[in-house]
C-alpha cells in the first residue's frame, strides 16, 4: 500500500537555470496522485523544514508553475546546510507535526548526502517515509548518471561566451583568461570547446582540474599559441590545482560541507595574468582575464531544450517512483542514443551520489593536458543543442 500524506520539496546548493523545471514537474505530478494530501515547499531547503517556513504549492495556478519553471535559479530558495544529529531531529518532528510521508530534495552530491542522512533517520525512527533525490548541478559531477540537469544550459552559456569573446579577442588581438566554474571536476570548462568552429578559433587552450597545472608549462603553451595564431583565449577551471592537489589560487574559505570556496574571488585570473606577463618581461603584451562567476548557472535566454525537458521529467519521475513505489533512492538519466539523442531516467540507491563526486573521463581529455577530444564533444553536443554560426571576413 502507497504511502498518504503530505510531501515537502526543497532546493538546495547553487541554483541553475532549469532547476525549477524539477520543481514544477514534481508538484505537477503530485496533483495527479490522491496518497499525496498537500504539497509543501521549503524555503530555503532543510533550514526551512527546521524553521517550518513553507510555500503551499497545493493551489498554485499552472500558469504561475509555468511562469516559475521557465524562470533560471532556485524559486523556493536554497541553503548550505548539512544536517546533524540534533537538526534531523528537529526535521522529524516538523514531518511528523505536518503529516508529511514524501520528502524529494533537489540538488547535487552534497544534497544528496543530505537526503541519505534524513533516509536513514527516518529509519531509526520507525517512520514511514520515503526520500528521493532530485539531480541538479552544472558542475555535472554526479555519479551513475550519465549527466546532470542543469549542466547543459550551463555549458551553453560557457560555449556562447567564448564564441562571443573570440571574436573580441580576434578584433583587438592579445592573450584572454577566462576562468570557469569547476571545483574538481572541468566539464564545464570543457565545454568551451563547442565555440570553436573553424581552424584558429578560440579557445587554445583548455585546463581542467583533473590534471596538475604547472605553471611554467601554461606560460610556454601560450607563448607557443601567440607564435601560431597572433593571439590566444585561454579557458581555465577555477579549481585547477599543482601535482600536490594545492588550489593554485583559492580564498581559504570553507562551506558548512567542508567545500574549499572559489568563485568569489578574481584571484585566479590576475595571478595567471600576471604569469603572463612575467613571461613576456620586457615585451609590450595585452593580457585580460575575467572570472564568468555565478553568471553561469542562472542565466535566463540561453537554456537547452534537452536541459529543460529532463530537468521537469526527472521532477515527475521521482514523484511517480516515490508513490508507487515508496523506495528511497536518487533519480539518474540514462541516455539510449547520441543521434537522435534519446534518454529515460532510473533509481540509484543514494549512498551510490551521496558527498562522493565524478571527474571527466581520460578519453575526453587531450594527452597533454591542455584541450579536450572529439568523443567529449560527441557527448556534449547533443546536450546543448544548435549554437549559432559566427560570420568572419577574413
Not at 511562469?67 to 536554497?78: D, F, I, Q, Y
Not at 585547477?240 to 584571484?267: C, F, M, Y
Not at 523506495?327 to 539510449?336: D, F, M, P, T, Y
Request: charged share 25%.
Amino acid at each position: 500500500m502507497a504511502l498518504k500524506g503530505k510531501m515537502v520539496i526543497g532546493q538546495s546548493g547553487g541554483p541553475t537555470a532549469v532547476i525549477n523545471q524539477s520543481l514544477v514537474g514534481a508538484v505537477l505530478e503530485a496533483r495527479k496522485h490522491p496518497e499525496i494530501t498537500g504539497i509543501l515547499g521549503a524555503h530555503h531547503g532543510i533550514a526551512g523544514i527546521m524553521a517550518e517556513d513553507f510555500i503551499d504549492l497545493t493551489t498554485q495556478s499552472d500558469a504561475q508553475l509555468e511562469l516559475v519553471a521557465n524562470t533560471p535559479a532556485a524559486a523556493l530558495g536554497s541553503v548550505r546546510l548539512k544536517p546533524g544529529k540534533a537538526e534531523c531531529e528537529r526535521v522529524f518532528e516538523v514531518f511528523k507535526k505536518n503529516d508529511v510521508r514524501y520528502f524529494f530534495y533537489i540538488g547535487g552530491n552534497d544534497s544528496a548526502e543530505t537526503a541519505h542522512i534524513i533516509a536513514e533517520m527516518a529509519k531509526e525512527e520507525h517512520y514511514d517515509f520515503c526520500t528521493v533525490h532530485l539531480p541538479k548541478t552544472i558542475d555535472n559531477d554526479l555519479r551513475v548518471t550519465d549527466h546532470c540537469p542543469g549542466f547543459a544550459s550551463a555549458a551553453r552559456f560557457v560555449a556562447l561566451a567564448f564564441m562571443g569573446d573570440d571574436r573580441d579577442n580576434a578584433a583587438l588581438a592579445g592573450i584572454k583568461i577566462n576562468v570557469v566554474m569547476g571545483r574538481h571536476a572541468g566539464f564545464l570548462t570543457a565545454a568551451s570547446a563547442l565555440a570553436r568552429q573553424d581552424e584558429g578559433d578560440g579557445p587554445h587552450l583548455i585546463y581542467l582540474p583533473e590534471r596538475a597545472f604547472n605553471v611554467a608549462s601554461f606560460q610556454a603553451d601560450v607563448k607557443r599559441m601567440m607564435v601560431n595564431y597572433g593571439r590566444c583565449v585561454v579557458a581555465v577551471s577555477e579549481g585547477v590545482a599543482d601535482a600536490d592537489g594545492n588550489p593554485i589560487a583559492s580564498t581559504g574559505e570553507k562551506d558548512s560541507h567542508g567545500n574549499v570556496q572559489l568563485s568569489g574571488t578574481g584571484a585566479l585570473g590576475d595571478f595567471l595574468s600576471t604569469r603572463v606577463k612575467e613571461a613576456y618581461a620586457g615585451e609590450t603584451v595585452r593580457v585580460r582575464a575575467d572570472t564568468f562567476g555565478y553568471l553561469q548557472r542562472s542565466y535566463p535566454t540561453i537554456v537547452s531544450e534537452v536541459d529543460a525537458r529532463e530537468a521537469r521529467e526527472s521532477g515527475g519521475f521521482g514523484v511517480s517512483h516515490a508513490v508507487h513505489s515508496g523506495e528511497n533512492g536518487s533519480i539518474a538519466i540514462r541516455r539510449l542514443s547520441s543521434a537522435p539523442y534519446q534518454s529515460d531516467y532510473f533509481v540509484t540507491p543514494l549512498s551510490t551520489v551521496a558527498r562522493e563526486a565524478t571527474e571527466m573521463k581520460d578519453e575526453y581529455i587531450h594527452a597533454d593536458g591542455n584541450d579536450v577530444t572529439e568523443a567529449w564533444l560527441e557527448y556534449l553536443r547533443p546536450l546543448v543543442g544548435e549554437l549559432p554560426r559566427m560570420g568572419k571576413l577574413f
